[in-house]
Antibody
Framework: QVLRQESGPGLVKPAGTLSLTCTVSGDSISNSYWNWIRQYPGKGLEWIGYFYYPETTNYNPSLKSRVTLSLDTSRHQFSLRLTSVSAADTAVYYC??????????????WGQGTLVTVSS | SSELTQDPAVSVALGQTVKITCQGDSLRGYYASWYQQKPGQAPVLVMY???RRPSGIPSRFSAFDSGDTASLTITGAQAEDEADYYC??????????FGGGTKLTVL
């Protein structure tokens, strides 16, 4: 299993901060793109952003002001931090590895997903 | 446009052939990749880079890219192929894009 999502708070209060971590197996942490993707209940997929070692990030413009991604190579982990959450952020959150260079790009590994509910 | 458009639902008789399509300007710059998602599970990559299949994906899955349109074809659909299918690409700024998904029903 290349990606293992660590247990995190499944319930976050409105206006609070959502934090999730994913652990990477193997030696690919410094040469792959590490993404967070979410899926609203019963609906489609939304890309949140990616981190590429050592410090390149790219965020979905609709979330950019609230998102921070980080990578800890010593612990083989990458993390998501989403601030000022609301009910609209209730979703299953996936960590995922993407690979390739233009015109090829694909996501070859996904975490198991974590349901995060925003509610008081 | 930075969107990928898919038909919401498609059905196919068991053993027949079905094509799922995806349309968007971003497909002119990147090959589509395709993901199968079953209820309660994470998506699984089934096709990428125009016509490549990951290890373990049956050969009945194939893909084709032309201009702003990509398609996933299942030749001889099986009951276990019933799932949601998503196309994926990237836009000119490097942002990842997903289609809205197509629910495949095998009759």
């Amino acid at each position: 299993q290349v990606l293992r999502q660590e247990s995190g708070p499944g319930l976050v209060k409105p206006a609070g901060t959502l934090s999730l971590t994913c652990t990477v197996s193997g030696d690919s942490i410094s040469n792959s793109y590490w993404n967070w993707i979410r899926q609203y209940p019963g609906k489609g997929l939304e890309w949140i952003g990616y981190f590429y070692y050592p410090e390149t990030t790219n965020y979905n413009p609709s979330l950019k002001s609230r998102v921070t991604l980080s990578l800890d190579t010593s612990r083989h982990q990458f993390s998501l931090r989403l601030t000022s959450v609301s009910a609209a952020d209730t979703a299953v959150y996936y960590c995922a590895r993407s690979f390739g260079s233009r015109p090829i790009n694909y996501i070859d590994h996904w975490g198991q997903g974590t349901l995060v509910t925003v509610s008081s | 446009s930075s969107e990928l458009t898919q038909d919401p639902a498609v059905s196919v008789a068991l053993g027949q052939t079905v094509k799922i399509t995806c349309q968007g300007d971003s497909l002119r710059g990147y090959y589509a990749s395709w993901y199968q998602q079953k209820p309660g599970q994470a998506p699984v990559l089934v096709m990428y880079a125009k016509d490549r299949r990951p290890s373990g994906i049956p050969s009945r899955f194939s893909a084709f890219d032309s201009g702003d349109t990509a398609s996933l074809t299942i030749t001889g659909a099986q009951a276990e192929d019933e799932a949601d299918y998503y196309c994926h690409s990237r836009d000119g700024t490097g942002d990842h894009l997903f289609g809205g998904g197509t629910k495949l029903t095998v009759l």
